[in-house]
C-alpha cells in the first residue's frame, strides 16, 4: 500500500484540457510543475446545469449573473459553487487554481456585466464561497505562488 498519499488541488476543468469552456473551445496549459499534487477536476458552470457551448455571462452590479441575452443564471452559477464546495469538504482539499477572469472561477479580476469587454477587480461566484470556507485561490498564473503556499501547509 502506497502510504504518501498526494495532496490534492482543486483546478478549473478547463485548465486541464476538458471541453467545458463557454465557447467549447479545448485549451491546454503546461501544469507538469503540479505532477507531485493530485488535480481534482470541477467546472461550476457545467456542474451548475449550464451546456457547452454557451452564451457568455457575467456578474452585475446587483451581484445577479445574467448572459449576454439577459437570462438569469444566477442559480445555475450558485448551484455550481456549492457543488465545489462539497468536493473541498469531502476532498479535504485547502487549495485551488481556478481560471483567471471568469465569473465563477476568477480570484481578482472579472468583466464589468457590460459585455464590453471590461475587466474589473472582482471574483467569481465559485471562488468567493470557496474562499469564504477557508480554500487559498490561486490562477493559473500564479503555479508559483502555489506551489510555495502549499510546501508550508506541509
Ligand atoms: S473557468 Fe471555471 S466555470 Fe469557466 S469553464 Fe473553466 S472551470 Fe468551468
Given at each position: 500500500m502506497n502510504i504518501f498519499l498526494k495532496s490534492k488541488i482543486l483546478i478549473s476543468a478547463c485548465l486541464l484540457?476538458?471541453?467545458?469552456?463557454y465557447d467549447g473551445i479545448v485549451k491546454y496549459y503546461d501544469f507538469?510543475?503540479?505532477?507531485?499534487y493530485e488535480l481534482i477536476a470541477c467546472c461550476p458552470e457545467v456542474d451548475g446545469?449550464?451546456?457547452?457551448?454557451r452564451f457568455p455571462s457575467e456578474i452585475q452590479v446587483n451581484g445577479k449573473v445574467l448572459n449576454?441575452?439577459?437570462?438569469?443564471?444566477t442559480d445555475e452559477f450558485n448551484y455550481g459553487a456549492n457543488i465545489a464546495l462539497k468536493l473541498v469538504l469531502n476532498e479535504n482539499i485547502k487549495v485551488a487554481i481556478l481560471k483567471s477572469?471568469?465569473?465563477?472561477?476568477?480570484n481578482k479580476m472579472v468583466y464589468d456585466?457590460?459585455?464590453?469587454g471590461v475587466l474589473m477587480r472582482g471574483v467569481g461566484v465559485t471562488m468567493k464561497v470557496l474562499e469564504e470556507n477557508g480554500i487559498k485561490v490561486f490562477d493559473e498564473n500564479e503555479i508559483e505562488e502555489a506551489l510555495a503556499y502549499l510546501s508550508v501547509l506541509k
Open positions: 484540457g476538458k471541453r467545458v469552456r507538469s510543475s503540479l505532477d507531485n446545469g449550464l451546456p457547452i457551448p449576454v441575452n439577459g437570462l438569469d443564471v477572469k471568469s465569473p465563477s472561477c476568477s456585466g457590460t459585455f464590453s
